[in-house]
C-alpha cells in the first residue's frame, strides 16, 4: 500500500528519540502493514523513599513482560485506520513487588492507539488515540515503559508538506491518557492547540519549532489543587546541524499563563558532539530559571522533558522549578563505541541548583553505562544507573540500578 505521512511522523520517534529508547521502541517498517513486540524488562534497584530496603530486595525491583501489537491499513480512497493493542504481566512471578510498565496493575492491557487517517496530495490527517513522538511535540509527547506507551492523545494531527525540505504539522489535544487511564481534560473549553514545523532546507542541517496554546487548562501546571483554570501557552525550537566528524545543537524552551504570581519557565541547552570510526561522544550544557510552569504538559512534576540534558537521574530531582529551588544548571556527558555485536555507551551528569531552602535538593550526580546488542533479532541492554543527590541541611541519597530489557520485533 502507499504510505502516508503519518507512518513517518510516527517512526520519528524512533530516529530522534536517541539511544535510551532506541532498544525498547516498537517500529513500523515501511513495508509492513501489521508490527509488533515482545520481550521484557527487569529492574534491580536498592532503595527508594517508600520501600527501603538492601540492593536486589524484591520490595525495590519491577518487571514486566510485555507484547505490543500494532496495525495500519488503508482502505481506499485515501482512508485508512490504526490501531496498536499493548498487554503487560509478571506472570505472578515472586522477582519483584512492582511494574516496569508505568500502570497501576502488573498485569493488565489496552487499547494504546486507534485512529482513522486520511492522506490527500501532501497532506495526512490522522484522528482519535494516538502518540506523539517527542520530534514532533516536544511539550507534549509519548514515552515508552517496557516497550507500552506511557501517555496517548485523543486528538487530531496534520501534517504537509508542500513546502520543499519542511513538514508543517498541526495538533489538537482534547484528552491525555496514562497507561488508557483518563488524566486529564486537557481544557475546559477548546482543548490543546499545536503548530509546528520541522526544516531541512539548510545543508545537514534541521530546524525544528512547535508553539501551543491551552485555554483554560484545567492541568493546573504545578499550582495548588483546584486552582481556577486558566490559559497557558509554550514555545520549543531546536537547531542540529552535522558537518565532518562533528555536530552542534541548540535547544531552547518557554512555559508562560495567566496563573496569578507565577513566573514563566525558560530553559536553553546546547551541546557539541563528534564522531570518530566506533566512537561517539557528546557534551550538553543547560540552564533552567526559576519559573513556575513545567516543561512538560503530560505527566507530573517527577516526569522527564525533552530538554536534553533531562533523563532519569533527574526525574524525580524536577526539571523545572516551583519557587523552592531558584534556577538549575546542568551539564551531561556521553559517550560510547561501536563493538561486533553491540555498543557500549555511558554518560557522567552534574545538576546544581540555586538559592536552595532547607531540606530541598543542592546538587545531584548521575552516571549510566550500558551494552546494547542483537542477537537473533532480539534487541536487548544492560545498564547500570548511579545518582547521588545533596540536600542542604540533611544527609545526602544515593540510589543504584541495573536495568536488563530484551525484546524482539516482527
Do not use: C
Not at 489535544?173 to 487511564?181: A, E, L, M, R
Amino acid at each position: 500500500m502507499k504510505k502516508t505521512l503519518l507512518l513517518s511522523i510516527a517512526a520519528s520517534a524512533i530516529i530522534f528519540a536517541g539511544g535510551d529508547i532506541a532498544p525498547v521502541e516498537p517500529a513500523a517498517p515501511a513495508s509492513a502493514d501489521f508490527w509488533g513486540q515482545i520481550g521484557f524488562a527487569y529492574q534491580f534497584q536498592d532503595e527508594d523513599y517508600k520501600n527501603p530496603g538492601d540492593f536486589g530486595d524484591k520490595e525495590n525491583n519491577a518487571f514486566s513482560t510485555s507484547i505490543v501489537l500494532g496495525v495500519e491499513k488503508e482502505i481506499g480512497a485515501g482512508f485508512g485506520f490504526g490501531a496498536e493493542l499493548a498487554g503487560w504481566s509478571d506472570f505472578g512471578l515472586d522477582i519483584a513487588n512492582g511494574s516496569r510498565v508505568e500502570a497501576a496493575s502488573q498485569t493488565d492491557a489496552e487499547v494504546s492507539q486507534a485512529y482513522l487517517t486520511y492522506t490527500f496530495g501532501n497532506t495526512a490527517i490522522k484522528a482519535g488515540r494516538q502518540a506523539l513522538p517527542k520530534a514532533v511535540s516536544p511539550w507534549a509527547w509519548t514515552d515508552r515503559s517496557a516497550g507500552v506507551i506511557d501517555w496517548s492523545y485523543d486528538g487530531i494531527v496534520i501534517a504537509n508538506t508542500d513546502l520543499a525540505d519542511t513538514t508543517l504539522i498541526g495538533a489538537w489535544v482534547g484528552q491525555i491518557y496514562h497507561n488508557s487511564q483518563e488524566q486529564y481534560h486537557v481544557s475546559e473549553s477548546a482543548g490543546l492547540f499545536m503548530l509546528g514545523l520541522i526544516n531541512k532546507s539548510l545543508s545537514n542541517t534541521t530546524i525544528s519549532a512547535a508553539g501551543y496554546y491551552v485555554s483554560e487548562s484545567k492541568y493546573d501546571l504545578n499550582r495548588a489543587a483546584g486552582a481556577d483554570a486558566k490559559d497557558t501557552w509554550s514555545l520549543w525550537a531546536n537547531s542540529v546541524t552535522n558537518f565532518d566528524s562533528m555536530n552542534l545543537g541548540i535547544q531552547g524552551a518557554y512555559v508562560d499563563g495567566d496563573y496569578a504570581n507565577t513566573d514563566a519557565t525558560f530553559a536553553i541547552a546546547g551541546k557539541v558532539g563528534t564522531s570518530w570510526g566506533n566512537f561517539d561522544a557528546e557534551l550538553i550544557a543547560s540552564y533552567i530559571n526559576d519559573g513556575d510552569y513545567s516543561l512538560r504538559m503530560a505527566g507530573t512534576t517527577l516526569e522527564d522533558s525533552a530538554l536534553w540534558t533531562d533523563n532519569e537521574e533527574t526525574s524525580d530531582i524536577v526539571h523545572h522549578t516551583t519557587g523552592d529551588v531558584q534556577g538549575q544548571s546542568a551539564i551531561l556527558a556521553k559517550a560510547g563505541y561501536k563493538l561486533p555485536f553491540g555498543k557500549i555507551y555511558g554518560s557522567l551528569g552534574y545538576w546544581d541548583f540555586d538559592n536552595v531552602k532547607s531540606g530541598y535538593i543542592e546538587n545531584t550526580f548521575g552516571a549510566r553505562a550500558g551494552y546494547k546488542f542483537n542477537v537473533a533479532g532480539v534487541d536487548a541492554k544492560v545498564e547500570y544507573r548511579y545518582r547521588d543527590q545533596q540536600y542542604k541541611d540533611t544527609n545526602d541519597k544515593t540510589r543504584q540500578r541495573i536495568r536488563v530489557e530484551a525484546y524482539y520485533k516482527f
